[in-house]
């Protein structure tokens, strides 16, 4: 893998690129503001009533007299332009000649490059600014913002930063495709990423059908702001013509300004890159300078996609069709060889690129032989014995050719018949990896090494396993660096990208030994099972010795040749001490000492308990319940017959019988008092909810909380209509693992901090969620006080009717997460409770000493149990105070002496005495 150092330059360099039909402006014409500085486009003010609101809104002046800051210590012209309503903006007529896939059916401008340099002041920061509008009705959503945390973007794909009274140039280079569509954004001349490729949107929503509106959106999504040029150009350019154009210049947005700056967060974990189709953000995807651009770039491999003529030879391409990607038109299947080569497969994506040729999938091998590891995305069924004949015909070693034929087994035999040791990579892994014992074995004996997977689909605990089984895992397709950085985090071994240079940019600064433990070193509260991982040492590595112990230094654990480990279960609350040694051919290189506590026991966390045996009052902890809007009305307190209802294994349960809702303000408020932030946030992060729970049949969504106790979006834990539990953003259990009208514990478990959520049912987990990146007061993340009042959470309840009648026997919440055995000892649903039992514990004696103002209270003890104290004066479930716990080593009478008692005022006093598990 290559490394690069980035030096910083006062401008970026620059080429003379041929950038087609091109118009920008200047606003420096004080007779004719929004005449062109070069090119035909016009420029006007968007008026459709004909207001007259643009030059009585619009000023223009230059910075200085702004008060605004200068680009390059030098004065330009600026537009001042308001926050504009759906009939206000400003209008670009481009004039360009209809291009790309949208240009041949429908005469629009499907490929096309919008520069902007603009300044939004503090007082427009934190808001939503509308910049693109392709719809000259204006009445629909913009198809490019300023998100309202100053990334930039669409539908949920916000990247990069605008900073306040800063100036930034803007890029954003389309091309609008079905299917295949692709913009890239840079921020002055940095790459933040790309939306769109395999799969994508952007379709004609983002083509010119004639106009471009800009800062106006159909719902006054616009805030007022500072513009000093723009340029548009008929094509999208390249990466490097992008970041060629650096930062904003005075001269204009066409011309190249301060070179890019350097990127400031790099990856955790040193990942191979792959390139997507070749550098295919550089170069024409799966063309011959596209591959050969990735290796320049430092990529380990490339990816390309294979089809094949209809005489039999293999090509690179990804389409069905030519249209797209070349000059012609027509079925590439149906097209011969010599037909294929005669198409331009170059000037689509640039001028400079006119006359490349589709590559033979032979001239691709012979081109790659000794760079790296080609990676085939087979793209039809029939090319097994052409992909042998270019193999055997350019003498490309198969130990750097990977086939990927994701669950097709067949095929997979196919190939390894005609090639005996093909290296197959499967898809998406089956849920039965997690218990099947074979699973591994038996795909390696297909010749399998790994798998791709997409980076939303990515997890730890699978990337672990896989590892640990001698397997690669690769991902596809990232086009930003965010989601490279977050992806690395999730331990795999390859990332595919568009663009390359970007990714090997953000490689990790490697140390003469192992560095960048997780956990990190002195963390605390550790998951039970932790993964532990390391950026990788200099050096040609061969393996790592893992030493790990309670004592330091740490005695040897294992050796393995992944840069991570999964370990078995660990002792609660322990200090556990380790480090990595490197095995190179030169030798072994001892690593640094680390050290990491696990997190205690869940029983020492914050714990409510509610057995909701007709009132909503706790049996243990401070947490407060309260019926929602109109809920009390329609909920009723039961017990379960047996037969409509079934008894839970020991017998007969209260329960708490909610029915489907139709208003979002039903529900249950959850409210906590000394649950205080915790997992690195202002909010709860680590926790566990317990919930003995019903479902009658039919099965239905059904939700279990939902952290925004208004109740405005989506709960964030169901059962699912198919049987399921769950939550999209942190996946499904098996379908089929709940069953209705069958009592169920079912436990949801969560370190947000470390991005890893467990599933429960029955003691036995059914989902464990492993992700990347940090989920620390996300939308999981559960509100408390000081910083929100309550109430804070809301439960059973859901924002758009997905509600289910539900039975609740017990509801317990614990401010920490809990472990696999705490999960297994807690077990089935219980009409005794969960953590505490509400099965009578004799209370044997009672002692009142009138002049020490005190009461001891003696009961029968078990040994080896925790008992739970608590009073009240008047038997409402909310008064109920916890005066300590007890735990019963050999002796079978316990005792508790109460000292904060007034005989002279207290009427009445009550006592109860609670099990722990």
């Known amino acids: 893998m290559k490394y690069f150092v980035f030096i910083p330059l006062i401008f970026a360099s620059y080429s003379n690129y041929s950038y087609g039909d091109k118009t920008t402006w200047t606003f420096d014409n004080p007779d004719g503001r929004f005449e062109a500085k070069s090119g035909t486009a016009e420029m006007d003010y968007y008026d459709p009533l004909s207001t007259g609101w643009g030059a009585n809104n619009t000023t223009f002046r230059n910075a200085a007299s702004f008060n605004l800051p200068l680009s390059m210590d030098k004065d330009m012209q600026v537009m001042s332009f308001p926050a504009c309503t759906n009939e206000q903006g400003y209008q670009i007529k481009p004039k360009f000649e209809p291009n790309g896939p949208y240009g041949e059916s429908d005469g629009s401008v499907s490929n096309y490059t919008l520069v902007m340099d603009v300044l939004f002041p503090t007082t427009s920061m934190n808001k939503w600014h509308a910049l693109v509008q392709t719809d000259l ?256 015909a350019s003498g490309f070693p198969l130990e750097d050719l990977w086939f990927w034929t994701p669950g097709n087994k067949p095929y997979a035999a196919e190939i390894r018949s005609l090639l005996p040791g093909a290296k197959i990579v499967w898809g998406t892994p089956d849920p039965s990896w997690r218990t099947d014992p074979n699973y591994f074995s038996d795909l390696r004996e297909i010749g399998v090494i790994g798998f791709s997977i997409g980076h939303g689909g990515v997890d730890l605990n699978f990337t672990a396993a896989a590892k640990a089984e001698g397997m690669i895992v690769e991902v596809f397709t990232v086009l930003d660096p965010d989601t490279m950085i977050a992806v690395a985090e999730s331990g795999v071994d390859y990332i595919e990208t568009d663009i390359p240079i970007v990714m090997e940019m953000l490689q990790p600064p490697r140390e003469s030994q192992a560095s960048k433990p997780q956990p990190m070193n002195e963390a605390t509260d550790v998951f039970g099972n932790p993964l532990l991982s390391w950026t990788l040492a200099m050096g040609d590595i061969q393996s790592h010795k893992i030493h790990l112990g309670t004592t330091n230094p740490p005695p040897f654990f294992v050796e393995t040749t992944a840069d991570m480990y999964r370990t078995d279960l660990l002792k609660a609350g322990t200090t556990y001490f380790w480090r990595v040694d490197t095995v190179t051919k030169n030798g072994t290189v001892q690593g640094k000492v680390w050290q990491f506590t696990t997190a205690k026991s869940a029983v020492n966390g914050n714990l409510t308990e509610w057995h909701l045996n007709g009132t909503l009052g706790s049996v243990a902890g401070d947490a407060v319940l309260n019926f929602n809007t109109s809920t009390a009305s329609i909920a009723k307190w039961q017990i379960s017959d047996g037969d409509t209802v079934p008894h839970m294994k020991n017998g007969p349960t209260n329960y708490l019988n909610l029915p489907t809702f139709d208003n979002p303000m039903q529900g249950i408020w959850l409210s906590f008092n000394s649950t205080q932030p915790n997992g690195g946030g202002e909010d709860i992060n680590q926790y566990t909810f317990v919930f003995d729970v019903l479902v009658p049949s039919p099965i239905g969504w059904t939700p279990f909380f939902n952290a925004t106790p208004n109740n405005t979006d989506d709960a964030d834990f169901f059962v699912k209509n198919n049987s399921s539990v769950g939550i999209g953003r942190l996946g499904y259990s098996d ?125 029968d003890a078990q040994p080896g149990k925790l008992y739970t104290i608590s009073a009240s004066n008047t038997l409402n479930g909310n008064d109920w105070e916890e005066l300590g716990k007890r735990y019963a080593l050999k002796e079978m009478t316990g005792a508790f002496t109460d000292t904060q008692i007034n005989f002279s005022q207290t009427k009445k006093r009550f006592y109860r005495i609670q099990e722990t598990k």
């Not at 723009?230 to 210049?249: C, F, M, P, Q, W």
């Not at 097209?335 to 294929?340: K, R």
């Not at 990347?772 to 859901?798: E, K, M, Y």
Request: hydrophobic fraction near 35%; glycine fraction near 10%.
């Open 735 to 859: 379908s089929g693992t709940f069953q209705a009208d069958t009592w169920h514990r079912v436990i949801f478990t969560a370190d947000l901090q470390s991005s890893r959520v467990n599933y429960y049912i029955d003691g036995k987990r059914v989902h464990e969620f492993q992700g990347f990146g940090n989920l620390t007061d996300s939308r999981f993340a559960l509100p408390t006080p000081p910083w929100r009042t309550a109430p804070h959470v809301i439960l059973f309840n859901d924002n758009d009717g997905e509600s289910h009648e539900i039975l609740v026997g017990a509801l317990a919440f614990v401010d920490t997460v809990i472990d696999e055995k705490t999960a297994a000892a807690l077990g089935e649903a219980d009409s005794e409770g969960i953590f505490f039992k509400t099965s009578p514990t004799p209370i044997t004696n009672i002692e009142a000493d009138l002049d020490a103002s005190t009461l001891t209270i003696k009961w």
């Open 137 to 392: 009705t204006n009445g629909s959503d913009s198809e490019l913002f300023i998100h309202w945390r100053n990334g930039i973007g669409i539908n949920n794909n916000y990247r990069g930063l605008i900073k306040p009274n800063t100036w930034h140039r803007i890029i954003w280079s389309v091309r609008a495709a079905p299917k295949e569509g692709q913009a890239q954004r840079y921020i002055d001349g940095q790459a933040i990423g790309a939306i769109g490729t395999t799969g994508s949107g952007l379709n004609d929503r983002w083509s010119i059908v004639s106009d471009l509106l800009l800062f106006t959106d159909e719902n006054g999504e616009t805030t007022s702001g500072y513009v000093s040029s723009i340029s548009i150009i008929d094509r999208k350019l390249t990466h490097d013509e992008a970041v060629a154009l650096g930062g904003v210049n005075p001269k204009g947005a066409d011309v190249p300004g301060p070179a890019a700056p350097p990127y400031n967060k790099f990856m955790s974990r040193v990942v191979n890159t792959l390139g997507h189709r070749g550098s295919s953000a550089c170069a024409p995807e799966n063309t011959l300078l596209s591959i050969r651009q990735a290796f320049l770039d430092g990529a380990a491999g490339t990816e390309i996609d294979t089809r094949m003529t209809s005489d039999g030879v293999v090509v690179a391409f990804h389409d069905d069709t030519v249209d797209r990607t070349t000059d012609g038109v027509g079925e590439i299947a149906l097209m011969t060889l010599e037909q294929v080569k005669s198409l331009d497969a170059g000037s689509w994506f640039s001028p400079a690129f006119t006359g490349t040729r589709v590559p033979t999938l032979e001239e691709v091998l012979t081109e790659s032989k000794g760079k790296g590891i080609i990676y085939l995305d087979i793209k039809t069924k029939d090319q097994a014995q052409g992909l042998a004949n270019a193999v055997n």
